[in-house]
C-alpha cells in the first residue's frame, strides 16, 4: 500500500501531505502572533518537500496526482504561509493605507508564486528532476521571505514598505528566467 504507485495514499503523498499539514498549522500559529512556532513548522514543511521527492524518485512512485499535489503543498507552505508571516509581522504597527499598500504587493506576491506553480506543473515530466529550475522555485521564495522577516525583525531594515520593494523583486524572479540549480 506504501509503495503502491497508484495508492494515493502511498509514502511519497503521505509525506506531501505532512507538509500541507504543515503549512496550515502554521498558518494558525501566525494568527495567533506565534511566530517562531509557524517558523519551525514552515522548516518541517521544507524538510518534507525535500523527502517526498527524493521517496517518490527513490521507490518509483511519482504520479500526475502526485506532481499536483507537491504544487498545492509548494502554495499553501511555500507561498501563502510565508507571505502571511511576513506580512503580519511588518504591519503590526502600521497604519492604514501602509496595510493596504503592503497587502496588495503580497496578493502580488501569491499570484506570482500560484503562476508559477502552474507554470512549473505545464512542464514537467513524470519521475523527471531537471538540473536547473527556470525561475526561483517557491520553496527559495519562501527562504528569502524569511530572510526579511529577519531583517526586519533585528532592525536591519525597519521600513515596512521597503520591505514590501524587495517581497515584489521576489515575486519577480518566481517567474523571471534566472537559472537555479536542482538541488
Not at 496526482?65 to 507571505?83: C, N
Not at 523527471?128 to 520553496?139: D, L, M, R, S
Request: glycine share 8%.
Amino acid at each position: 500500500m506504501l509503495f503502491d504507485k497508484n495508492n494515493r495514499f502511498n509514502l511519497a503523498n503521505l509525506i506531501t501531505f505532512g507538509n500541507i499539514a504543515c503549512g496550515i498549522i502554521a498558518i494558525h500559529f501566525i494568527l495567533q502572533g506565534e511566530f517562531f512556532i509557524a517558523i519551525i513548522l514552515a522548516w518541517i514543511a521544507g524538510a518534507l518537500d525535500i523527502m517526498d521527492g527524493k521517496v517518490a524518485r527513490k521507490y518509483k512512485l511519482s504520479t500526475e496526482f502526485g506532481i499536483q499535489v507537491d504544487s498545492f503543498a509548494d502554495f499553501i507552505s511555500f507561498v501563502v504561509m510565508p507571505s502571511f508571516l511576513l506580512y503580519y509581522a511588518i504591519t503590526a504597527g502600521s497604519s492604514g493605507w501602509e496595510q493596504l499598500v503592503l497587502g496588495l504587493v503580497f496578493i502580488f506576491y501569491i499570484i506570482s508564486g500560484l503562476r508559477r506553480l502552474i507554470e512549473f506543473n505545464l512542464k514537467v515530466e513524470v519521475g523527471e528532476a531537471e538540473k536547473f529550475f527556470t525561475g526561483v522555485p517557491t520553496p527559495l521564495g519562501a527562504i528569502l521571505q524569511w530572510v526579511l522577516y529577519l531583517l526586519f525583525v533585528y532592525g536591519v531594515i525597519s521600513n515596512p514598505l521597503a520591505i514590501g520593494l524587495l517581497v515584489i523583486a521576489i515575486a519577480w524572479s518566481l517567474n523571471s528566467q534566472l537559472k537555479i540549480p536542482h538541488p
